[in-house]
């Protein structure tokens, strides 16, 4: 029974894992910089939330919206926001609560 606690103690890493950053690197070289917006806005309890669009230079782009996984920052799943944004869409994504700058 002990075991069994102890491995629900140590789960928390497994599902619960932020990253937190004072700024994004925002590495490679698939999305130019000018098409790059970093922005922040409010949740529904008031807390700040960071987020990046990265625009489409074509009017009209059809937009993506990626929710990343437990694990990193938006950093970590930058390499992922660049395929869908090759593909033609202009991506929106942002750091949960406690990940990232959020």
Not at 3 to 25: H, I, K, S
Not at 89 to 100: I, L, M, P, T
Request: with cysteine; net charge negative.
């Amino acid at each position: 029974m002990i075991w069994l606690l102890a491995g629900c103690l140590t789960m928390d890493g497994f599902f619960f894992n932020p990253t937190r950053v004072d700024a994004y690197e925002l590495g490679g070289d698939v999305i130019p910089a000018p098409q790059i917006e970093e922005v922040e806005f409010p949740s529904a309890d008031g807390t700040t939330l960071a987020g990046v669009w990265a625009h489409q230079s074509v009017p009209g782009s059809q937009t993506y919206i990626y929710f990343h996984g437990n694990t990193g920052n938006i950093d970590t799943y930058w390499d992922r926001v660049g395929i869908y944004w090759e593909m033609g869409y202009a991506v929106f994504v942002f750091d949960y609560q406690g990940y990232g700058k959020s």
